[in-house]
């Protein structure tokens, strides 16, 4: 009896394991910065974001992780939401390439689209993080 239960403790932990997929951290993370962006929610951006983050925006402007955090949290929101479609994720070990549009939505400007590629990488603790990210303008659909 102690070897059956032990044979369905292992069975039960291995299907856990597997049912937590690499790229549904990736999503998590870009969630998580994404939202932590929009409620200017610095704990969020400083698990999201890695240390050494490189951010390019739409319009050529490059921040770090300090200058853009800093950026987000000045002043009121800048951001009402961001709504992500068509995203791909493709993983690398550790590294994990994220492509895909997002759908910007200013408090007092208009709408507006990118086509994002980040790179997200996974830190020691197991978080996924993001540490490039560079978008482009492109037409709403």
């Known amino acids: 009896m102690r070897s059956v239960l032990t044979v369905l403790v292992i069975a039960l932990t291995t299907a856990l394991v597997a049912a937590v997929e ?22 969020l951006l400083e698990k999201y974001l890695a240390d050494d983050l490189v951010y ?18 000045t002043g009121p929101p800048h951001y009402e939401s961001m709504t992500e479609s068509g995203t791909k994720i493709r993983l690398y070990g550790k590294v994990a390439v994220l492509t895909g549009f997002v759908d910007i939505k ?3 400007a208009a709408l507006y689209r990118v086509r994002t590629l980040e790179v997200y990488t996974q830190n020691s603790a197991g978080v996924w ?13």
């Open 22 to 43: 690499p790229a549904d951290g990736v999503r998590e993370a870009g969630r998580g910065w994404r939202d932590g962006a929009i409620t200017q929610n610095k704990a």
């Open 56 to 73: 390019m925006h739409g319009g050529g402007k490059t921040e770090n992780k300090a200058e853009y955090i800093a950026d987000v949290m």
């Open 106 to 108: 200013p408090p007092k």
């Open 129 to 141: 993080q993001m540490a490039q990210k560079e978008s482009v303008s492109v037409p709403l659909k």
